[in-house]
C-alpha cells in the first residue's frame, strides 16, 4: 500500500500559490480598494464578503468563487478583477489596459459602481489609483510629470527593482478620495515584474492604513492611563503611610489592576496587529530596492519621517500599559506582604492575650478546686457521720466529736483524690 498523505498536505502547498501577481502590460491603470468593518473584530461575517463579492459578479454574469474561496480572479468586461479576503478585511483590484487622457480621472474607479460600493459590509479604509506608462527618455519629463501630480512637499520617487521603473506618490488623498501613485516602466521590463511593482504599492498603502488604526487606539489608551497614572502614583508612593489602611488601598489597588488588564485585553489585538503590518511594511519597501531619483525623498525616507513615529508612539502605549499593569502588581506585592506582617502581628497579640486568659482561668481553676474541696467534703463529713453514728454510742462518743475527728480525715481524702484526678489531667 502506497503512504498516505497528510489530509492538509496539498492545500498547504496550494497556499503557497494562493495569490499570484498580476500580470500588466504597459500603459495601463489600476484601481485598489480595501474594505475593513469598523470594529477590531477578526472573526467578521465572511458570508456577507462573499455576497457583496457575487453581486458584483452577476452584474458581468461571471463565475463564481468556491464557497471557501480566500482568493478569486475573474473577468469583468475588459478589466481583470482579483479578489482576496484577509484577516481583517477584503480588497478588490481592477487592472485595465490603457490610461486615460486625464491623469488619474475618477472615472476609472467606476469598474467598482457607486451603488455596489455602498452596500458594502464595512467601510472605505484604502483607495488607491495607480497608473502605469512607459518611461520617459529624460528623467526631468518625470520629474514635470510629477511636480504637476502630486503635492512636491511629501512626494516620495525612487527607482525600484534595479531600476526597472520610477515609482511615485504623494500619500495623500486627493478630492474625489482616492491615493494616488505613478509607475514609470522602462522598456524591457516583463509583465510579471510591472505586476509584481503595482502589487507591493498596494500592499505598501493597505497595510500603512491598517498599521495606523493602532494610533488612533493609542491615542484613547493614552488618555485613560493619564488618568490612572496619578492614582497608581499616590497609592506607591503612600505604601508606608498610615492612612489608608493597608486594606483600603489593597482594594483600590487591586481596582487599578483590574482596569489596566481590562485595557490590556481590549488593546492587545490591535497593538499586536500593528506590529505585524509595520513589519509587513517595512519589508514589503525593502524589496522594491529603492535608489533615489533626483534627490527627491525615497519611499523608505518618507515611511522614517512620517510613518515610523506614530509606530513608536504605539509602541510607547503599549509599553506603558505593561509598565503601569507590571508595577501595580508589585505594589500589590508589597501591599499584600504589609498586610501580611500585620496581621501576624496581630495574631501574635491575640495569642498573647489568650494566654493571659487561660493563665487567669487556670487560676480561677485551682481557687474553685479549692472551695469545691471545701463543698465536698462538707457533704463527704455528713455522710460519713451518718455511717459512724451507730458505731459511736457502744464507743462513747457523743455524735459532735465524732464529726468533729471525720472533718479533718475526710477533708484530706478529698483533697488528695482531687488532687490525684488533676495530676492524671495533666
Given at each position: 500500500m502506497p503512504?498516505?498523505?497528510?489530509?492538509?498536505?496539498?492545500?498547504?502547498?496550494?497556499?503557497?500559490h494562493a495569490r499570484p501577481f498580476p500580470?500588466?502590460?504597459?500603459?495601463?491603470?489600476?484601481?485598489?480598494?480595501?474594505?475593513?468593518?469598523?470594529?477590531?473584530?477578526?472573526?467578521?461575517?465572511?458570508?456577507?464578503?462573499?455576497?457583496?463579492?457575487?453581486?458584483?459578479?452577476?452584474?458581468?454574469a461571471t463565475t463564481h468563487p468556491t464557497p471557501e474561496a480566500t482568493h478569486f480572479s475573474a473577468k469583468l468586461g475588459k478589466t481583470d478583477l482579483k479578489w482576496e479576503s484577509h484577516t481583517e478585511f477584503v480588497t478588490y483590484s481592477a487592472f485595465t489596459k490603457g490610461v486615460s487622457q486625464r491623469a488619474f480621472d475618477p472615472a476609472e474607479v467606476e469598474v467598482f459602481p457607486e451603488d455596489w460600493l455602498s452596500l458594502a459590509p464595512g467601510k472605505r479604509l484604502?483607495?488607491?489609483?495607480?497608473?502605469?506608462?512607459?518611461?520617459?527618455?529624460?528623467?526631468?519629463?518625470?520629474?514635470?510629470?510629477?511636480?504637476?501630480?502630486?503635492?512636491?512637499?511629501?512626494?516620495?520617487?525612487?527607482?525600484?527593482?534595479?531600476?526597472?521603473?520610477i515609482i511615485a506618490g504623494d500619500f495623500r488623498i486627493d478630492s474625489a478620495g482616492h491615493m494616488r501613485f505613478a509607475v514609470f516602466v522602462r522598456p524591457g521590463t516583463g509583465p510579471r515584474r510591472v505586476g509584481r511593482i503595482v502589487q507591493r504599492l498596494c500592499e505598501i498603502e493597505t497595510y500603512r492604513?491598517?498599521?495606523?488604526?493602532?494610533?488612533?487606539?493609542?491615542?484613547?489608551?493614552?488618555?485613560?492611563?493619564?488618568?490612572?497614572?496619578p492614582k497608581l502614583s499616590a497609592l506607591v508612593s503612600g505604601l508606608d503611610a498610615a492612612e489608608p489602611s493597608p486594606e483600603a488601598a489593597l482594594h483600590e489597588l487591586l481596582t487599578i489592576s483590574a482596569e489596566l488588564e481590562s485595557l490590556a485585553v481590549q488593546?492587545?489585538?490591535?497593538?499586536?496587529?500593528?506590529?505585524?503590518?509595520?513589519?509587513?511594511?517595512?519589508?514589503?519597501?525593502?524589496?522594491?530596492?529603492?535608489?533615489?531619483?533626483?534627490?527627491?525623498?525615497?519611499?523608505?525616507?518618507?515611511?522614517?519621517?512620517?510613518?515610523?513615529?506614530?509606530?513608536?508612539?504605539?509602541?510607547?502605549?503599549?509599553g506603558r500599559l505593561r509598565g503601569m499593569a507590571e508595577r501595580a502588581q508589585r505594589a500589590a506585592e508589597l501591599l499584600r506582604t504589609r498586610v501580611d506582617v500585620e496581621r501576624s502581628a496581630q495574631n501574635q497579640k491575640l495569642l498573647e492575650s489568650m494566654d493571659r486568659r487561660a493563665d487567669l482561668q487556670l487560676r480561677l481553676q485551682r481557687t474553685v478546686e479549692g472551695l469545691s474541696t471545701v463543698a465536698i467534703s462538707y457533704y463527704a463529713v455528713n455522710l460519713a457521720a451518718y455511717a459512724v453514728y451507730p458505731v459511736t454510742e457502744p464507743l462513747g462518743l457523743s455524735k459532735g466529736m465524732a464529726t468533729a475527728l471525720l472533718t479533718p480525715v475526710v477533708i484530706l481524702l478529698v483533697w488528695l483524690m482531687v488532687r490525684r484526678i488533676r495530676n492524671h489531667l495533666d
Open positions: 503512504i498516505e498523505d497528510h489530509p492538509q498536505r496539498y492545500p498547504l502547498v496550494n497556499e503557497l500580470e500588466l502590460e504597459v500603459p495601463c491603470h489600476a484601481v485598489y480598494v480595501a474594505i475593513k468593518e469598523p470594529s477590531d473584530a477578526a472573526n467578521r461575517d465572511r458570508g456577507r464578503d462573499r455576497a457583496h463579492l457575487l453581486a458584483l459578479l452577476d452584474r458581468h484604502v483607495s488607491v489609483l495607480i497608473r502605469v506608462e512607459p518611461m520617459p527618455d529624460s528623467e526631468a519629463d518625470v520629474l514635470a510629470k510629477l511636480e504637476d501630480w502630486f503635492v512636491p512637499e511629501s512626494l516620495a520617487a525612487s527607482h525600484v527593482v534595479d531600476g526597472a521603473a492604513a491598517m498599521s495606523m488604526l493602532g494610533l488612533m487606539r493609542s491615542r484613547t489608551l493614552t488618555g485613560r492611563l493619564n488618568a490612572l497614572d488593546f492587545s489585538f490591535r497593538f499586536g496587529a500593528t506590529g505585524a503590518y509595520e513589519a509587513i511594511v517595512h519589508q514589503r519597501i525593502e524589496v522594491l530596492r529603492e535608489q533615489r531619483v533626483e534627490g527627491r525623498q525615497t519611499f523608505g525616507e518618507f515611511m522614517m519621517r512620517r510613518y515610523d513615529p506614530a509606530m513608536r508612539t504605539v509602541k510607547s502605549a503599549e
